[in-house]
Nanobody
Framework: QVQLVESGGGLVQAGGSLRLSCAAS????????MGWFRQAPGKEREFVAAISNSGGRTDNADSVKGRFTISRDNAKNTVYLQMNSLKPEDTAVYSC????????????????????WGQGTQVTVSS
């Protein structure tokens, strides 16, 4: 059983930056593909970014391309989401997710592809 704990959320002004972290425990982190999703009030969960288990392949949603970067440190069992040039529309609860036994070198953009989820961290961007 994998436990995921997010941190790093908060209140930031438009144009600012935040770095989210997701610490994993209880599993073999290097074997998991990881992803970040977000959900704003009244909206469906939305894909943000994903990374393969080795970190060699990544993908971002079009809405965050050029602004957000996903990375991972397998020695620290942690995945990160660096968010720059934040906009009010980025306001949401951000959750990380892990998928066990991924296909080699694969990342996943659909929430149903993931086995484990963190509780989420709130990100609020003021205008």
């Amino acid at each position: 059983q994998v436990q995921l704990v997010e941190s790093g959320g908060g209140l930031v002004q438009a144009g600012g930056s935040l770095r989210l972290s997701c610490a994993a425990s209880g599993g073999t982190f290097i074997t998991y593909a990881m992803g970040w999703f977000r959900q704003a009030p009244g909206k469906e969960r939305e894909f943000v970014a994903a990374i393969s288990n080795s970190g060699g392949r990544t993908d971002n949603a079009d809405s965050v391309k050029g602004r957000f970067t996903i990375s991972r440190d397998n020695a620290k069992n942690t995945v990160y989401l660096q968010m720059n040039s934040l906009k009010p529309e980025d306001t949401a609860v951000y959750s990380c997710a892990a998928r066990s036994s991924p296909a080699s070198g694969s990342y996943y953009t659909l929430p149903q592809s993931y086995n484990y989820w963190g509780q989420g961290t709130q990100v609020t961007v003021s205008s």
